[in-house]
């Protein structure tokens, strides 16, 4: 079974930039599609952003394109988000996992807290 591990939430005003980081186990990481979700309080998970196994194809939820980068080290079998000019309705738990035909693949890793507060 694949674990994940994500990291690198915190408390940030808005405006700054954050960036998670999401281990996984496993020996197919370089062979899947990976994504980032998050969900907020009271909301349902929702998809952020996925990259192919190459890292050559991405996908961005219209809420957070231009602001966000989703990228991948296969060597690492970690896979990064880049989070630049945060809001506050980007407040939320963010979750890594592979993305298999729309919808997440594995169990779901503890999550990191982002929260965007002055």
């Known amino acids: 079974q694949v674990q994940l591990v994500e990291s690198g939430g915190g408390l940030v005003q808005p405006g700054g930039s954050l960036r998670l980081s999401c281990a996984a186990s496993?020996?197919?990481?370089?062979?899947?599609?990976m994504a980032w979700y998050r969900q907020a309080p009271g909301k349902q998970r929702e998809l952020v952003a996925t990259i192919t196994s190459s890292g050559g194809v991405k996908y961005y939820a219209d809420s957070v394109k231009g602001r966000f980068t989703i990228s991948r080290d296969n060597a690492k079998n970690t896979v990064y988000l880049q989070m630049n000019s945060l809001k506050p309705e980007d407040t939320a738990v963010y979750y890594c996992n592979r993305n298999y035909q729309g919808t997440a693949y594995f169990s779901w890793g503890q999550g990191t807290q982002v929260t965007v507060s002055s």
């Open positions: 496993g020996s197919a990481f370089s062979s899947i599609t």
